[in-house]
Every structure is written in C-alpha cells, then in structure tokens.
C-alpha cells in the first residue's frame, strides 16, 4: 500500500515570498503520479499541479512549481510571489498507473498554509 | 468550476436514519470516485466505479452502497447513520483518455445529530 507523508501541518509566509511545502511518499510502483491539490475555506477540492513520475522535468504553472526527486520519494510544491488567494490547505496525492482504467488517490494529511497581508 | 456537480450541499439529519448524496460527473468521464473527509480520519477513499460497474473498494462501511447509472451519475447511499458519519463527502471524476486527473465537485456536507 502507499503513503503519503506530510510533515508539516502548518506554514504561513509574508504575501509575495516564496513557500515550500514538503511532501514525501512511499511506494513500490514505479509508475504513478502525483498531485497537489487546494482547499480553501470553501472546502472545494482544487487540483494545482501534477506531475507523472515518468517525466524528468518538473511540473510549473504559472506561480506552482514542483520539485519531484524519484529516488528520494519526494515531491515539493514550491509556490512564487505568494497571494492572499493561496491561503488553503494543501494536500499532496498519490496515484498509482493501471495499464486500464483509473486508480484511486491516497492523500497526505495536509499542510495548513496562511498568506499574512 | 470543475464540471462535476454534487446533491445537496448540505443534509442535517439524526442517527439511525438514511440518506442520499448524488453525483453528476464531467461530461465524458467514466469513473466516478467517492471520498470521505473527516476531522479524524483525513480524506478517505470509499469507492470507485467505472463505466456502471463497481472498480474498487476502500474503507467503506458496510452500511454505505454506491451505483453508477447509465447516464453515468452516481448515488451514496450512507444508512443507519451515526455521529461519526458527519463529514465532508467528495465526488470526483476522471477518464483515462482524458487524462487520469480527478476533478472534485463541491462536496456534500454531512451532519448526523
């Protein structure tokens, strides 16, 4: 079975800084993907970046980018010039590849993250 | 908006009664997901269906059944409710040709009292 380990519940950054947030797996597939997603106080479920395991190149959009080590079973979500906006909880997901259909995600506990004015 | 679409968003209801919580998915999509989230337990994984037939299964008590229909919408059916089934209950949607990303709808916010 996957986990997925997020060690730090909360984090709050000035606007416009740079944040961090950890995020480190554990799986014996070799195929799979990986998510970032965003909970704000809507509670909506947002998805904010991917990232295949099969691709070298780190994921990026727009301010998200993500640092994905393989080897080290980790996978960062590094976020830019940060807003008021991205005040949320966000949650890293693991996905395993079936060669047919779909398969579930197993999410980390969440990383709290407040943008202070 | 993510296209999926979740009935009601909120339910308040008693213990050891029953309720229904629907899910339309993005146009297309064929699997359809269902996800628990509580204070204690995070978001948990219930069940999948794919195409109208049941794909997989997770931490789903035995007194929650899901279906998906032919037009490809989904039912929750969650009985016998106790205090502990309050919790946020997610659907998302994906297809494979489509790419395997999950879209979430807006969950459906349950209160057992």
């Known amino acids: 079975a996957q986990t997925v380990t997020q060690s730090q519940p909360e984090m709050s950054v000035q606007e416009a800084e740079t944040v961090t947030l950890s995020c480190t797996y554990d799986?014996?597939?070799?195929?799979?993907?990986l998510f970032w997603y965003k909970q704000p106080p809507s509670r909506q479920m947002i998805l904010v970046i991917r990232q295949e395991a099969y691709k070298q190149q780190n994921a990026t959009e727009n301010r998200f980018s993500v640092n994905f080590q393989k080897a080290a079973k980790s996978f960062s979500l590094k976020i830019s010039d940060s807003q008021l906006g991205d005040t949320a909880m966000y949650f890293c997901?693991?996905?395993?590849?079936?060669?047919?259909?779909?398969?579930?995600?197993?999410f980390g506990t969440g990383t709290r993250l407040t943008i202070i004015p | 908006d993510s296209g999926v679409t979740q009935t009601p968003k909120h339910l308040i209801t008693a213990t050891g009664q029953r309720v229904t919580l629907r899910c339309s998915p993005r146009?297309?999509?064929?699997?359809v997901y269902w996800y628990q989230q509580s204070l204690d337990q995070g978001l948990q994984f219930l069940i999948q269906y794919y195409n109208g037939e049941e794909r997989a299964k997770g931490n789903i008590l035995e007194r929650f059944s899901a279906q998906q229909f032919p037009d490809l919408h989904s039912e929750l059916n969650l009985s016998s409710l106790e205090l502990g089934d309050s919790a946020l209950y997610f659907c998302a949607s994906s297809d494979r040709d489509r790419g395997e990303t999950q879209y979430f709808g807006p969950g459906t916010r349950l209160l057992v009292l």
């Open positions: 146009s297309g999509d064929l699997s």
């Open positions: 997901a693991f996905m395993k590849h079936l060669n047919f259909g779909n398969e579930k995600l197993t």
């Open positions: 799986t014996s597939e070799n195929n799979y993907y």
